[in-house]
Structures are given as C-alpha cells and as structure tokens.
C-alpha cells in the first residue's frame, strides 16, 4: 500500500494525465450513456412473469402480436366529432399501418358502423384506438416505438378542435424515464452545487474543494463512459433509472471517500508529520476502509442483479460499477492531486474540532446504556410509521400531470367510463369451437360471475361485446316475440273464421246443385242438357269453396311454421293445441281440391254420350261423398278454432306480460339463436373477440377504483376464481385461463417484488457481513455494524412514510424499498466501518481511552461525509418523478440517521456495553507498535 502511494506522489502529474486521457477515451469511443440507454435498455417485466405470457399468448391466439406493449390513441374534440374528424381518423389509421416497424396492429373500430359504439364516447366528443407495437415495456425497441406513433401523430395535419395523445401502460413507462432523463442534469448540477458549498464551509479552501469535485468529477465521467461502453456491449444492463442513481451515488461515495482520505492527511497535519508522510500514512490507513466500504457498497448493489424486476436488476451493475471506479480515483487520483496541491502550500488543514468530539465520546463512555436507550427509543419512533407502510404501483402518479400518457388518461376519463384505457384482458382457450349458442351461452356464465366481483364496472366479452347483453338475446325475450307473433296470428285467425261461416253458403249451393243433377239423369237429351248445367254450378261452388279452404290455410302459416320448429310437439300443451286447429283446415283444403276435381270430371262426362250416364252418377255419389266429408271437417274446424281462440289469447298475453315484468333486469335467460350468430354484428364482434379457429376468447375487465391499485390486482385472483366457478359444469369445463393487463401486472409486481426483496435483504446482508468480518476480523463487532445499518434503514423508511403519506399525500413507490435497503445498508455501513477500524486502531491504548480517541479523530471526518452524502441524495428531490425523489428522501433521511445518532451515539455505546466482547472471538486486538512517524 505506502509503495503503491509512493508511486503517486513521484508520478502524481501522470495519475492526473492518464485519468483525464482516460475518462476522455472512454467517453469519445463510445455513444453517450443516454444514448446507449435509449438503444439498448431492457424490458421492465421479466418474460417469464404470467401477464407477459398471457400478453404474448394472447397476441399470438388473435394475429395481433407477441408482444406485452399495448398503447392507446386519444382523440379528443372541443363538440361534437364530424366528419371532417373522421377523415383524420382514417389518414391516422393509414399512418400507423403503414408503419410495419413499430406497429404490429391496429385495432380500427370506429370506421365499422357495427363496432363504432365501442371505440366512440357517448357524447360523441371522442374516440380511442388501441395499437399493439413492437417491443416490451420498457425496454428500446418499446420507447422507440412510441415515440414513432407520437412523430406520426404530429406530422399528420389535423382539424384545429381535436386534441391527440398516446396513452396505455408502455407509454406511462416511456414518459417516466423520459422525465428522469430531462431532469438528470439539473439534479448533477445542483447535487455539485450543494457539495462544493458545503465542502467550501467545512475546509475554507479553495483547492480542498477543487480536489474533492475533480475526483468526483472525474468519477462520474469516467464511470458513465464504461458503463455505456458495457451497456453497448451487453454486458451489463442500463436505464434511465440506474443512470439517475448512479449519478447520485458517484457523487456522494465519491465525497465520501475522498473527505476520509483528506480527513485522514488533515489530521497527520496537524500532528506535524510531513505532507509527503502524511499522505502515505493516511492513505496506509485509510485505504483499507476506503477498499472494503467501495466493496460493500458493490456487493449489495450486485445482489440487484439477482432480482426479476428489470428496473431493479438494471441499478445493480451501472452503480457497482460506478462506485469501484470512484473508489479507484479515490485511491489514486486524489493522493495525486493532494500531493500537486502539497507542494505548493496548499490543502492545508484548519483548526481541529476534535475537542467537541473527545467531550461527546467521554459523555458516551459514561453513561453509555443510559444514551443507548434514549437513542434506540428515537429511532423506534421514527420507525413507528413503516408500519403503516402502502406501496404504490401507479406509474401514472410517479410522473408529471402534464406528461403526455397522463393527458391522455385525463382525456379518456372526461369522456368515457372509469378505466376505458385500463381493462384487464381475459384470455379463456378451450378445445373447441365457442362460436354457438352453447358456447355463448358459457362465456355468458363467465360475464355474470366476473361482473359480480365487487369493484368492476363492466365486462365485454362475446356475450356482450358493447359491455351490455344485446336486446333480444334472453330467453324471455324470445318468450316476448312468440307471443307478439301469437297475437298477430290471433288477428288472422278471426278473419279466417269469418271465411268459415261464409262456407256454409256454398256447402248449400252444392247441395242444391247435386240433387239437380240426379234429377236430370232421368230425362233423356234434355237430362244431359241440365246434368252439364248442374255440374257447371257445382264445379264453380267447388271453386269457390277451394279457394277459400286455400286462403284459410294460408292464413295459418305463421302457426304451422311454429308446429314444425317445435320438437316433441305432442307433449308441447301450446304446441298440440295449434295442431288441433291446423290439422282440420288442411284436411278441408285436400278434401274441397278433391272436390273440385270431382265436379270437373263431372262437367266432362255429362256432355259425353249416354252410354256414360252410368259413370256420371257414380262420380255424383262419390262428390256427394266428399261434400258430405267437407262440410262435417269444416264444422269441427268452426267449432275447435272458436273454443281455441281463448286460451290462444289468454297465452299470448302471459308471454308479453312475462317479457315485460323481466325488461332490464339480468335474470332472464341468455339465449342468442343460431340465425342471430350470423347477423353482420356478431360477425364483427366475433372477429375482435374470438380466436379465428373459435377455441380462445377474451374478455375485457374494467375496475371502478384505481386502475393500478391494490383492488384491481386483486382481482386477478378473483377473476380466476369465478372463471373456474363459471365453468365447473357445461361446455367449457376443459379450459386453460390467462390474464393480462394492469391489474394483472401489478399483481405479479407485487409477488414478484416480495421474493425480490427477500432476496435482496438476505444475500445483501450476508455479503456486507462477510465483507466487514473479513477487515475487522470481529463477528460481534460485524454484527453490530450490520444490525445498526438496518436499524437506520428501517427509521429512515418510517420517516419516509411519514413525510410522503402523512403530509405529502402520496403512497411510496414500489422500489423505494429494495433500491433504497442496497443503498442506504451498503453506504451506512461505510462510517461504522471507518470508526470500527479507527476504534480498532486505538484499542491497545484501552478501550474507554481508544474510543474516545476514535470518536475526537473520526467525528469531524464522518458527520461531513455523511452530512454531504445525505445532501447530494436529498437533491433527488428535484426530480419530477417521485419514485426517484422518494428513493432520495429515504436515503438521505437515512444517512442523517446514521451520521447523527447512530454512528454518533447508538453504536458507540453498544461498543462500549459489549466491552472486550465486542472483539470476540480475539477478545483484545493485537498490540499496534507506535511509531515516529514524523521522522521518516
């Protein structure tokens, strides 16, 4: 270690070059990290989750796409849409399928009369377009093509009174970590500020605090260039979000590690050790802390890299990476630059607080349960509010109002029901055509549990496209229309009864006509003159009886078509009833069309000659027969159609009573006949609705709450639940559900979070322990360093909730937890480890000595680093999105936590109740020779 700082000091200028040339080639041969992120960042969710496999699936059932990125385009209007609106709408739709690169499909409603309803608001003032693009959320290729959909958008020329936006979750990611970006700068900017202003009035020194911000400058340049040449390469993963952090955690470590060596040398200094023996003695000393804290601080963000949450796993190596380079500058570009400012007089240190610190440190060691106590009770107390504590999965409220996906949200909800552009997706496959009745009629079961579920507003599905059962698709509507058609049937049937009576008048005229003509058989000539006579008169009252008989039947046609459409019509009481009356009247048609035919054969023969005398009165008989035979039929027709006529009534206003007493209410009977399956609107809601083979549906979910809130992710669960209810019996009992959506990803957020976080927590903790054991060599003493950290994190979350929820009004971001355990735990651990191995170092002198020696050397040194580090995290604030600013809030409250009373007072007074035990298992560390050091 001193050859190696030997080596810096006689080629200090060198260090500086090599680190300028460096950081510049680095950066001149790779794209900017923004750019590299923009090209080359990964999905949010990981692939493997269940929304992203029923997205994927369910692209690949309908032809739409494989992909999880779901946008929707807002049209709004100033009144009401016209057609000069409906013009743009088209040129729109034009635009976005001629873009095969980014749009995978669009989903065009409007322009169909039949599926129009579905896409336009009620008022008639707008109108949505759902469009599946390429990529995942999150990830390049989405970003890349939402942006596309926004420039076509904007280079479409469009009527002055519409308004048009890009909404749906990918574009909410999108426009998250586009306000992350725009505000980056400013952030550095005036994270920098903050730092040399409060570096400037601990030292007064000018070149002190040009030391401290060209080491930390020089980190963060050289730590973007490799991060974004690794990023290019893909080997490691980057995004807007780890960008942030990153920049904020170079910043602060970086201050931190380089107040520590600067602390140290200051404080040779002031023991008169020479400037080249002071630097070589401090960086002897401190450089083993600096080592083993920058490894901390990288292993637990490399534990991130095990989490499935790709905004997670993509913060773990950009800032491991980041934080190892600036303790690398730390150790060497910093003694470079103290030893050029060394030589000329300058980095000198001011007047020593140590005295406040060796009072403070005398008070512990007194009293220290006492101070442990009081300590421990505040920051239970801070803690009281994690508790409490409500995560929030709505990225919509991470971002601005005035971000373009949340100007759309708000343009939907003006507009449309609640969620119009949240539904959760449904996804039921079977083995079968659903196409049917039958089929409907499951799927129709499916709705009416799923709508059941407290919290959801509507459902479409193939039973309801529109999100409303179509008229006329129950069973008592179909009841309703029988008995409107029995009524009308009523009304002929009166008419035809009419006809009836009027029968009897040419049954008569027959009659007369029959007895005429056998008289005539007994003359001679004149016989056959009045036979041909009567029979001309009787084949014209037969006409006229045929044509009646004919029209009666025909009138009855509505009832036979009834008869036929009914199966087992004897046992149907309705059904056997029309039969009765059917039956006669067509049995009087086939007897008056016999007769006709009988007369004509008689008109024939009776202008033949004689000798067929014989065969005209035969035919005269058997017409005599046959009339006799009408005239009975017509009778019994008369008197079963009138005693029918009552209870035909009575029935037809029992199923139009019935019909109505059921209007709008849900219990009626899903039915949709199978003529209705190929009406051109079921077609078309069956084209968005159902797979081309007919063996998947979907159905679409919309929540009355938050459409990103904890009830919506419940129903998940439920909604699977009443799937499976739904389909214990009937047609699809054999069937694989899938669901997608908000609410869906949210709820696999969640689990997936959960077995992250103890992940995270496990593996993080158990590799700072080791990291720390392995420099103090001390499990108590490691223990105790570890424990204490997480004590922090858990009062500083708890403040957190109590700033955030309690006087903000705002849940916590999902990641505010994870993200900020691995930085506040791996950095926390730092100013332990510094006063540990401080106290280490003092320890042969006695303990109550040794520490109060170590609290007067480190107090200073830690409490700027730790104030500085808190600041530049508390900077976040500035950011826009308020995961980001949480995240910074949480941390910084954090490291006040751990500066203040923890590394101040907690810590120190459980060293000192633990005594020697504190070293164990070596109980008293190894006697450390004092040495000369100013001579050498």
């Known amino acids: 270690m001193a050859n190696s700082v030997r080596f810096g000091h006689r080629l200090s200028i060198w260090v500086i070059v090599v680190w300028l040339l460096a950081t510049g080639a680095v950066n001149l041969a790779v794209p900017q990290l923004e750019r590299v992120v923009r090209e080359h960042s990964k999905s949010f969710f990981a692939p493997d989750t269940s929304a992203v496999s029923a997205a994927v699936r369910m692209g690949h059932e309908f032809g739409d796409s494989t992909t999880n990125n779901v946008a929707y385009v807002v049209i709004e209007s100033s009144a009401a849409l016209g057609s000069g609106d409906h013009q743009y709408y088209q040129r729109l739709i034009d635009a976005l399928r001629a873009d095969k690169a980014d749009v995978e499909s669009v989903m065009d409603l409007w322009s169909d009369p039949y599926s129009a309803p579905i896409a336009e608001a009620s008022d008639h003032r707008a109108v949505t377009v759902l ?52 505000r980056l700068a400013t952030i550095t900017i005036v994270t ?106 990288a292993v637990a963000l490399c534990c991130l890299v095990f989490t499935k949450v790709g905004l997670l796993r993509s913060a773990g190596v950009p800032c491991a990476i980041a934080v190892l380079l600036t303790a690398i500058a730390s150790l060497t570009l910093t003694p470079a630059l103290v030893r050029l400012a060394a030589g000329r007089g300058l980095c000198e240190p001011r007047r020593s607080d140590a005295r ?34 409500r995560l ?43 196409r049917n009745p039958a089929g409907l009629i499951a799927i129709e079961g499916i709705t009416r549990r799923i709508i059941a579920l407290p919290g959801v507003r509507a459902v479409q599905s193939a039973s309801r496209p529109t999100g409303a059962a179509p008229a006329g698709a129950g069973l008592i509507d179909q009841a309703g229309l029988i008995g409107r058609q029995i009524k009308d049937g009523l009304l002929s049937l009166h008419t035809a009864i009419e006809s009836i009576d009027r029968t009897q008048a040419y049954l008569s005229q027959l009659a007369d006509g029959l007895n005429q003509l056998n008289t005539g058989l007994a003359d001679t000539v004149e016989g056959l003159r009045r036979i041909n006579t009567g029979a001309s008169n009787t084949r014209a009252g037969a006409s006229g009886l045929h044509s009646i008989t004919d029209s009666i ?30 039956e006669p009247v067509d049995a009087a048609v086939t007897s008056t069309r016999q007769l006709e035919q009988g007369t004509s054969q008689l008109v024939d023969g009776s202008g033949r000659a004689a000798e067929s005398l014989a065969a005209a009165s035969s035919a005269i008989s058997a017409t005599r027969a046959k009339m006799g035979q009408a005239r ?15 209870e035909f009534t009575q029935l037809a206003d029992y199923l139009t009573a019935l019909s109505a007493d059921f209007a709008g209410s849900p219990e009626r009977g899903f039915y949709l006949p199978e003529p209705a399956l190929h009406s051109p609107g079921f077609q078309r809601a069956a084209q968005l609705l159902f797979s081309p083979d007919g063996h998947a549906t979907r159905l679409l979910v919309f929540g009355e709450g938050e459409a990103w809130g904890q009830t919506t992710a419940d129903h998940t669960t439920s909604i699977r639940t009443a799937v499976h209810e739904a389909t214990k019996e009937g047609t699809l009992r054999n069937n694989v559900v899938q669901i997608t959506g908000v609410g869906a990803y949210t709820s696999d957020l969640q689990s997936t979070l959960a077995r992250d976080m103890s992940l995270l927590v496990a593996v993080a903790l158990i590799l700072i322990f080791l990291v720390v054991l392995l420099l103090i060599r001390s499990p108590a003493a490691a223990i105790s360093v570890v424990a204490t950290v997480v004590f922090s994190y858990l009062s500083a979350l708890g403040a957190t909730v109590a700033l955030w929820t309690g006087l903000f009004g705002q849940q916590i971001h999902w990641a505010v937890p994870p993200l900020s355990f691995v930085a506040l735990v791996a950095v926390g651990t730092d100013y332990n480890l510094l006063f540990t191995a401080r106290l280490k170092e003092e320890a042969p002198r006695g303990l109550k000595t040794g520490m109060v020696r170590a609290f007067a050397s480190t107090g200073g040194v830690v409490t700027t680093a730790g104030i500085v580090f808190a600041l530049t995290m508390l900077a976040l604030l500035a950011s826009r999105v308020s995961s980001i600013a949480q995240i910074g809030t949480t941390v910084g409250i954090g490291l006040v936590i751990d500066t203040l009373v923890v590394r101040t007072f907690i810590f120190p007074a459980l060293a000192r109740l633990l005594g020697r035990w504190f070293w164990w298992p070596h109980l008293q560390p190894a006697l450390i020779p004092a040495k000369d050091t100013t001579r050498r």
Not at 224 to 247: P, W
């Open 392 to 434: 929030s999965y709505d990225e919509r409220a991470g971002q601005p109002v005035s971000s373009g996906s949340n100007r759309g949200y708000q343009a939907a909800d003006r507009h449309f029901p609640a969620n119009a552009l949240l539904p959760q997706y449904v996804l039921v496959e079977t083995d079968h055509d659903m």
């Open 131 to 182: 469009v599946r693009l390429s990529g995942d959320i999150g990830d390049a290729v989405a970003a890349k093509a939402i942006a596309a959909v926004r420039h076509n958008i904007d280079g479409l020329q469009r009527p002055g009174n519409l308004g048009v936006y890009v909404s749906g979750p990918g574009a909410s990611v999108v426009d998250e970590f586009a306000t992350i970006e725009h």
């Open 632 to 646: 009975a039929m017509i009778t019994s027709l008369s008197l079963d159609t009138g005693s029918a006529l009552p």
């Open 192 to 297: 920098v500020i903050v730092i040399a202003a409060l570096l400037f009035a601990v030292y007064r020194s000018v070149t002190t605090c040009a030391v401290v911000l060209t080491t930390i400058g020089l980190s963060l340049a050289a730590a973007r260039g490799v991060v974004a040449l690794l990023g290019a390469l893909g080997v490691a993963e980057v995004s807007t979000f780890s960008v942030s952090l990153m920049s904020a955690m170079v910043l602060g470590a970086g201050t931190d590690y380089t107040i520590f060596l600067i602390g140290r040398y200051h404080e040779e200094r002031r023991r008169g050790a020479a400037a080249d023996v002071a630097l070589r003695n401090s960086y002897a000393r401190t450089a083993p802390v600096l080592i083993a804290s920058a490894s901390t601080v």
């Open 356 to 389: 406040r610190w060796r009072r403070l440190g005398t008070v512990i060691v007194r009293w220290p349960a006492p101070i442990l106590a009081s300590a421990t009770v505040l920051l239970l107390l801070c803690a009281v509010p994690a508790l409490g504590l």
């Open 553 to 582: 039947s025909e009138q009855l046609t509505p009832l036979r078509d009834f008869v036929s459409a009914t199966p087992d019509c004897p046992q149907n009481a309705i059904c056997a009833l029309v039969n009765r009356v059917i």
